[in-house]
């Protein structure tokens, strides 16, 4: 599934970097983006977070990246350490991605907060 890690490596590249035209193409419009906190996001505001700062990702570095693929769905797990504003933590995450018109998209996201 080189394919979903190569889409993985460009989200976060664009979320660090305020790519918002990338992150356009790579979010579904039906995103639900569930962070550490559980506060929600939808694709507009998740970009918007992005665009605007409130969200300012500085760094997110993954490891332990496992894809499993289901037909048209793949499931991304793994462990990822953040770097956001000033906070710096660890979570656990599954990102799920839907094949649509022959184009993979990002669905879902759910992470949790590795205790300190």
């Given at each position: ?6 889409l993985?490596?460009?989200r ?14 790579i979010l ?9 906190t ?22 997110v ?7 499993r ?6 499931i ?5 350490k ?21 184009a ?13």
């Open positions: 599934m080189d394919e979903i890690i190569t993985e490596n460009r976060i590249e664009a979320m660090v970097n305020g790519d918002t035209q990338a992150l356009e193409e579904a419009d039906d995103l639900i983006y569930t962070h550490t559980a506060r929600l996001d939808t694709k507009a505001s998740f970009i918007d977070a992005v665009a605007t700062g409130r969200s300012n990702y500085r760094s570095e993954r490891e332990d990246v496992n894809v693929q289901y037909g048209d769905t793949a991304v797990t793994g462990h990822a953040f770097h956001v504003g000033d906070n710096k933590f660890e979570a656990r995450f599954i990102d799920v991605y839907a094949k649509r018109n022959d993979w998209q990002m669905v879902a996201w759910q992470s949790t907060r590795v205790p300190d």
